[in-house]
């Protein structure tokens, strides 16, 4: 077995996808991930053609599990809700999704999940910053601050990445 680490970003999931798909064409499929995802697992196998989708569910429900094995896909977990699916095919590559709604409450549901988390961290710097400024020495108060910055300007791109997403998937509707 041959384990890959692989950093990747949930907004950016496409990059995944292909280079999945590209491992596959060059002899070596997906047998599972750890570590949320950042390990790949690949065993060798014959090169051929694979489409790969991530996908994120909420909640896992048997419906959905019935619905893509009975279209021929094979689930993986990665863990907190995220899953890879995989479908091997011989012409047209096949999507996971088939309509640009799902797109786009796929991408809705991303995104209300990065702004939780916003809100979660913009709480935890401003007590941290706070707590800094209230104390005599504040040493620490540019490295908050900075920090801080740093982490906005993360936040704002990873939001607007997901609103451009779901912008262009509103205009090929």
Do not use: H
């Not at 796929?106 to 710097?125: D, P, Q, R, Y």
């Amino acid at each position: 077995m041959i384990k890959i680490f692989k950093w990747w970003w949930a907004w950016d999931y496409e990059k995944i996808e292909d280079w999945l798909e590209e491992m596959e064409s060059k002899g070596l499929r997906l047998v599972e991930t750890r570590v949320k995802g950042l390990y790949f697992y690949f065993e060798r196998c014959q090169p051929m053609k694979a489409r790969y989708c991530i996908d994120y569910q909420s909640k896992l429900t048997p419906d959905y599990v019935t619905l893509v094995k009975d279209d021929g896909w094979e689930l993986y977990q990665i863990g907190m809700g995220w899953y890879i699916l995989r479908k091997q095919y011989d012409e047209e590559r096949p999507d996971l999704y088939t309509d640009f709604e799902s797109l786009i409450a796929k991408n809705k549901a991303l995104l209300a999940i990065v702004l939780a988390i916003l809100v979660m961290e913009c709480v935890t710097f401003g007590n941290l910053i706070w707590s800094t400024y209230k104390d005599s020495s504040k040493v620490m108060l540019p490295a908050l601050c900075i920090g801080g910055s740093v982490m906005l300007a993360f936040f704002s791109f990873v939001i607007t990445s997901l609103v451009m997403t779901i912008t262009k998937f509103r205009k090929n509707q």
